[in-house]
Structure formats: structure tokens, C-alpha cells
């Protein structure tokens, strides 16, 4: 039931601040901001040497969010890399490791072919999911539910922001258990993650008008740049998937960092960069790619907060501006833009928006 959505995409988006409360009630403490360390179970992240994470598409990049998080809050080294490469690099594995696998349908063929490779060299699995009776829950020592409901749209969305709630919470476990986060800390970044469910539904209520009217100047280009530093890189991988996905958009995410590499040679006023772009400590950095974006007569649509909007001078096609957060919480408040982004400009190209052509919900094959 789309209730009074046009798609179960949209439906879907809409139900991000509801999906994250349920999540965020299974792993934090709401009332005294604080982590139970047993919330990970048969993971002794206290006395890891290193995490393997592996997983597909969106999944993969709710990881890659994932690996910022367990390295910087409990200075764990994290190996990560899509399932479809994990499996046959034949990795050395030791047992001093654990592995984290993360898929909504936990069916994804790639994915469970790596978990039976890590079980097989003896390493504890996590598996982060959504159905909870599924292959990969079935076959892990640990089960991390995101409790995001089911998800109907193939474009994942709702999914994508539960996983980063259950690893931004694991994370935070795993720093109370290996000493690396002070229980200050602690307490300021449950605070900050308990907040989200509120901003979110500020966001998605405030953005909406805007965002359709840009997407319907979007959906006449044939090629789309994303940037972004820090977790706002992932970001822009997800934001170009999630586009072409959809729309069949050709996009591409950058780190912002690599835009002097290579990808600024396509650089002209027939495709759109979109930076992702908080006024975090990573700001001024992307703002100089900016500019030399805008140097060349590149078109930027520029995603920050009201700090960001008053720092750079920049001319931009469209700016979004999005209340101030704390970094923890800025990938999952920052994917709303995003996915309404991809989902308006494919409503405007009158694509098939919860079953794009040539994709399956889930991939039980290599
Ligand atoms: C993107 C998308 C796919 C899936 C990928 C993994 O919107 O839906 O990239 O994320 O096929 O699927 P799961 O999470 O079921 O393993």
C-alpha cells in the first residue's frame, strides 16, 4: 500500500524519520544518551586487530560510511570492498578479525559467497539486515536488524539510512569497548543521533517544493558529477547511483579531492556538479573545488547548511540549505536531498521509478 504516495519510493523516503526511531530505540539508550555494549553481541570489538566488511551497491555504501565511523570513533581498521571483488581476492584472513556483511534482502548471492569465505577462515560474522529470516541472518554469529520495515521501491532509500543508524550506533559501542571514545563523547553522539528522527522530518518538509523544481531543470542534462569529502563521499556515490538508478541518468561521484585527477576535464556548462557539502572541517577544502568547478563554467548545485550557504560566495544553479548537524548525523540527513533528487528528476523523465528497467530487488545470482 502506497498510502497517499505516488510510488513506494516516495513512501519510502517519507518513512525515514519513523524507521530510524524504531532503529535508534533498539540500539541507544534515548533517555540517558548511552550505548549498551552488548548490542553487538558475539563481536568482541574490544579485542579485534581489524574488521573486514563487505556488501553490494547501496549496501557497499552504507559500509564505506560505516569504515569513516569504526576508524575515527574506535580507531578500528576497517578492509572494505564490494562482495563481488571480496570473494575471489583471496584476502588473508586472521583470526584476531571479524567480518560485517550488510544487505537489505540478506539474499545477495556476491554477498553471502564472502561471508561463507570469512566463516571458513574463522572469523565471527555480523550480518547487518533488514529481513531478519534470511540466508545471511541465518548464517552469522551476530544478527544487526535495521528494522527499517519491508522495502518495496527497488531504488533502496529507507534501508540506507537504517544501516548507517545500526553502524553509526555499533560504532559507538565498539569505541566504548575498546576505550577510544570518552563517555562525554558518548553521550554527544547519542544525543546528536537521537535528534535525527526530528531534523529529518524538518528537512523533508522543508525541501520538497525546491527540490522538484530543480529536478525538473536536472532531468534535461545527460551527465551529472557528485563530490564530496569525508562521509559526504560515499554520499556522492550513493547520490550518482541512486540517479542513475532511476532516471538512467549517467552520473558519476567524486571524491572532491580527485576532481583535479581526471574528472575535471569534463567539466562544462552540459553537466551539473552536485557538492554535498557541510560546514564541517572539511569545508574550505571543497569549496576550492568549487571554485574550480565554477572557473570553468560548470554549473554547481550546492547541498551545505546555513552555515555553509553564508561562507561560500559562489554562484550555484540551486543551493540547498539544511539545518546545521553534528558530522555524525549529516550522511543520514544529507541522503534525504539526495534521494528526492533522483526520485523527482525520474518522476520528470517519466521513468518506471519502483522497478527501473534491467534491475532486480534482489540479486540471488553472481
Ligand atoms: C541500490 C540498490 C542495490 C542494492 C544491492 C544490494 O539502490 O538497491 O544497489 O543495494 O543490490 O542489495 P542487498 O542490500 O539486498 O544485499
Redesign the pocket.
Known sequence: DKGNHRHFMEKEIYEQPEVISHALAHYVDLGDHTVETSICGAIDFASLRSLAIS??????LSGLIGKYWFERYARLPVEIDVASEFRYREIPLAKDQAALF???????AD?LASLRYCQEAGLKIGAVVNVKESTIARESDAVFPILAGPEIG???TK?FTCQLTVLASLAIAAGKLRGTISSDEEKQLVRSLSEMPRLMSGVLNAIEPKIEALSRELSKYKDVLYLGRGTSYPLALEGA??LK?ISYIHAEGYAAGELKHGPIALIDENMPVIVIAPFDRFFEKTVSNMQEVAARGGKIIFITDGKGAAASKLPTMETITLPNVAEIIAPMVYSLPIQLLAYHTAVFMGTDVDQPRN?A???TVE
Open positions: 556488501a553490494c551497491g547501496t549496501a557497499y550488510i544487505s537489505q534482502s540478506g539474499e545477495t554477498t527497488v531504488a533502496s534501508a547511483l541512486k538508478e534491475l530487488k534482489s540479486v
